[in-house]
């Protein structure tokens, strides 16, 4: 085999293993050592050996660790090929082929005898396709619910897009196709790496397989050592913490600011999926640096206390888990890290130097106590306080990690105002099933009220309305005829017919002041909704006969023609009047928001505001690969009834400015090319 054929590895690699039987966990090559003799003759002699033979399997089965179980697919080494060049348990196909070509001008699936990483042999998948995929499935194994099964493999690439999806089934043979997952991917050139995944079998999950795809740019992929294993339980690794890298920081090193509080996000791994009692987290951090508190309703469950850990003198902090549902329950460090992470508020009056501070965390309760985990702090000098104009407009999306109470809020609230910050945007709902301390299930009102106190407006980042037309309110159980019904038939049960918001239709109306009224009740100034074209934008529109009534009057033709074509044709022999037609439609439904949101008043008694996100390209004309995502939603028609708009959450501006056309290239410049800033 040559040296190259092995290439470097990015990973730590596999130990090279003996073949493990899957129930014993004892080596094929020692058969089962059973501690007794069958003697010729002896009947009984037999039935007793059978008997304890299949006793000590069964003991085995129950008592043997994870890690000893092994690798649960068979032919997952790819050792094993047929005399037809098939590898058994792994049959392929080609789907998407545009033409009548055979799957063997498009693809090959063989064995390799000499590119592998480890064994004798690897599969190797040539591509020849560009709009095809090869996909081949794999035997599924049996999985236990509530257990967590880890996948990896070898994977050397020359370019060819492959992926790698969970597909689980229930135990009548179901697949549980909500549950597909993108376990793997990689679409560029490397040697040898080692790719991991893990999967949670639910209850009802009875069984995992895998799906293997190759597509995107012709190329090479070889495939070794492929594996479904239990996740062993090592005692003390149960679940353990990372500062994630390159977030904030260089060298996995967090620099904290002289004399400002800042949040430190320590993300949480429990690969074991260990379910616990009373679950808290201990931090010990150098004399000197403070922890002011924790996020959410993460309570202090003891006293801070000196120790010393490695000669030095230590302050240890434990605090309970507020929100353990949503913190802990993570395979990994990177599935949704802003709600999978212990959010801490650091400070210290040390002066700034190239020393670098050891941090500690570690997870506890009832039961364990796991390993700590490190992570590095390095003091620079103070942030300079920021002079700004109280008129100057500008914020940044906190996310979720600015969810502190008590005095860690108001020690926040005041570093932020210093920073020359006098907007934030809050979301509506906090983490996920979250009851803070003030028992507001999943409400950012108590940090509003503390934020407002400091004398920052507060805009709320609202999910209630979304995409425009998509309304989440108790109020929004729309009648079919008010609802958007798309080309082909379907009726979008939460989103408004645009034709019949733009009339401010009673339906609508009742749900979008619901949605007003509830945001001002928390005491905001503002409120904000993100607006993607592209989801209601040709025939996803709405074709209700009062949208086509409409259509028929904006585009000039006779509304019986229209009435005796079908939606899809009406979409094929009218796409350019129909994309100017539903620009109109988004603008006029945006103009709806705003006139309502003008007849509100916020709690302190001045113009609640509605700002629409809008994406950079709809203002950038000309730009014809993004044709259909920006279909239908033209920034002549929306810019001059709204009353503000942003791009995502960094630009921000007064949409006034945009009836001077003068400033209509600025103002697109605004949103688009600077993007990390507010105006």
């Known amino acids: 085999m040559s040296e190259e054929g092995r290439g470097e590895s990015v990973s730590v690699t596999h130990s090279a293993r003996q073949s493990v039987h899957p129930i014993s966990g004892t080596s094929d090559a020692a058969g089962h050592g059973f501690p007794f003799e069958l003697r010729a003759g002896s009947a009984l002699l037999r039935y007793a050996g059978w008997l304890i033979a299949a006793l000590m399997t069964f003991l085995a089965a129950v008592s043997c660790p994870a890690e000893a179980m092994g690798n649960l697919l068979k032919n997952g080494d790819f050792e094993t090929w047929n005399k037809d060049g098939g590898a058994p348990g792994w049959p392929w196909q080609v789907g998407g082929a545009t033409g009548t070509a055979p799957a063997s001008e498009i693809a090959d699936v063989q064995a390799d005898t000499g590119i592998v990483k480890e064994g004798q042999k690897s599969l190797k998948i040539t591509f020849r396709g560009t709009k095809e995929t090869v996909v081949i499935t794999g035997a599924a194994v049996p999985v236990e619910a509530g257990r967590a099964y880890k996948i990896s493999c070898w994977l050397r690439n020359t370019g060819a897009h492959f992926w790698m999806r969970q597909d689980l089934t229930d135990k009548d043979g179901r697949v549980c196709a909500e549950r597909y997952k993108i376990l793997m991917d990689s679409d560029s050139k490397h040697d040898w790496q080692q790719l991991e995944g893990t999967v949670k079998a639910q209850e009802g999950e009875s069984s995992l397989g895998l799906t293997l795809f190759v597509?995107?740019?012709?190329?090479?992929?070889?495939?070794?050592?492929?594996?479904?294993?239990?996740?062993?339980?090592?005692?003390?690794?149960?679940?353990?913490?990372?500062?994630?890298?390159?977030?904030?920081?260089?060298?996995?090193?967090?620099?904290?600011?002289?004399?400002?509080?800042?949040?430190?996000?320590?993300?949480?791994?429990?690969?074991?999926?260990?379910?616990?009692?009373?679950?808290?987290?201990?931090?010990?951090?150098?004399?000197?640096?403070?922890?002011?508190?924790?996020?959410?309703?993460?309570?202090?469950?003891?006293?801070?206390?000196?120790?010393?850990r490695d000669g030095r003198p230590y302050v240890r902090y434990e605090h309970a888990v507020g929100v353990p549902g949503s913190t802990l329950p993570s395979l990994n460090y990177f599935d949704h890290t802003q709600y999978r992470s212990v959010y801490i508020l650091v400070r210290t009056d040390r002066s700034p130097g190239a020393e670098i501070y050891d941090g500690w965390i570690y997870y506890k309760d009832d039961k364990m106590t796991c390993k700590a985990s490190l992570f590095r702090l390095q003091i620079i000098p103070r942030i300079p306080v920021a002079a700004t104009p109280k008129l100057f407009r500008v914020s940044i999306q906190t996310s979720t990690s600015m969810e502190f109470y008590g005095k860690p809020l108001a020690l926040w609230a005041d570093f932020y105002k210093e920073m020359g910050f006098n907007a934030i945007n809050l979301p509506r709902s906090l983490r996920a099933g979250a009851v803070n301390i003030h028992r507001n299930l999943r409400n950012p009102a108590p940090c509003v009220k503390a934020l407002k106190a400091k004398g920052i407006s507060v805009t709320l980042d609202d999910w209630f309305i979304k995409n425009g037309y998509e309304i989440y309110s108790e109020k929004a159980k729309f009648p079919d005829d008010a609802c958007l019904r798309q080309a082909d038939g379907t009726i979008v049960k939460r989103a408004i017919d645009p034709a019949y918001a733009r009339r401010h239709g009673e339906w609508f109306v009742k749900a979008v002041n619901d949605v007003y009224d509830s945001a001002i009740a928390m005491g905001v100034d503002n409120i904000w909704l993100n607006w993607e074209p592209y989801i209601f934008a040709l025939e996803k529109g709405s074709f209700t006969d009062l949208s086509m009534r409409d259509f028929a009057e904006f585009a000039g033709l006779p509304l019986e023609e229209l009435k005796a074509m079908k939606p899809l044709d009406i979409v094929q022999k009218h796409k350019e009047k129909l994309m100017a037609f539903q620009s109109r439609q988004q603008a006029e439904v945006l103009k709806a928001y705003t006139d309502l949101a003008r007849e509100k008043k916020t709690a302190d008694g001045i113009p609640f505001q509605f700002i629409s996100c809008v994406p950079r390209v709809t203002l950038l004309p000309n730009i014809e690969k993004y044709r259909d995502y920006k279909a239908g939603f033209n920034a002549d028609d929306y810019l001059p009834v709204l009353g503000a708009v942003s791009a995502w959450f960094y630009t921000w501006l007064d949409c006034r400015d945009y009836e001077f056309p003068q400033k209509k290239k600025l103002v697109a410049s605004q949103i688009g090319d600077l993007s990390r800033m507010w105006a």
């Not at 690794?237 to 090193?253: A, K, L, S």
């Not at 620099?255 to 379910?275: D, F, H, R, T």
């Open 215 to 308: 597509t995107g740019q012709p190329g090479t992929v070889w495939i070794d050592d492929l594996r479904i294993e239990p996740v062993a339980l090592q005692a003390g690794n149960e679940i353990m913490f990372r500062m994630m890298p390159n977030y904030y920081m260089d060298d996995n090193i967090y620099y904290l600011p002289q004399g400002n509080p800042m949040i430190v996000m320590l993300a949480a791994k429990n690969e074991a999926q260990v379910e616990s009692k009373n679950p808290r987290y201990v931090v010990e951090l150098p004399e000197g640096l403070e922890m002011v508190g924790g996020d959410y309703e993460s309570d202090e469950f003891a006293p801070p206390v000196k120790i010393e």
